[in-house]
């Protein structure tokens, strides 16, 4: 299992609530202010504050939910779990056609589907607009989330799908060990 980087996951939550609280605090203030007096600026910033403490509350009841979750990548003899903030995929070995590096605003994984395989991509949430989900049916993913070198992650995921043999060791030591040895 690659795991998403649980600093980045902590930054995201961290984020939210403390915008959550900003904005709410500024909608509480132009709230009271516009019941005293109806001025059209403090309406516009209560709407404004109002709306984003919304957006940003959905986003934290998403979170709780578990729809919104610290994502991973999961290498199985079978196939690949991508579980990212927003949604899961699944591909497997045998209707993959490559495994290639690529960018979208920093480093990008992407496991091309062979044309005739069906994928398997479910969404939890529809709050985040994830950009590699555009690239459906194929599987990307993004590394900048990773808790590892993205690098070691492609050639992980380049080696397993170029020797179907090796997948036996998927989820024992001796993926691990060769992981560690540098072995992909």
Partial sequence: MIPYSRGLALSYLVMCVAAFALFLFVAVVAVIVVVGDPDAAMVITMAVSLGFAGYLGWTLVEMSRKRLLRGDVVLTKQGVWHRSWAF??????????SVSPGDMKGQLITLARVSNSQPHIVRRSRIWNQPEYKLAPHTAIRGLYLAVDPALALHALRFYHENPAARAELGTEAAVRRLQAGGV
Avoid at 88 to 97: F, K, N, R, V
């Fill in 88 to 97: 899961e995929s699944y591909q497997p070995w045998d209707g993959t056609a």
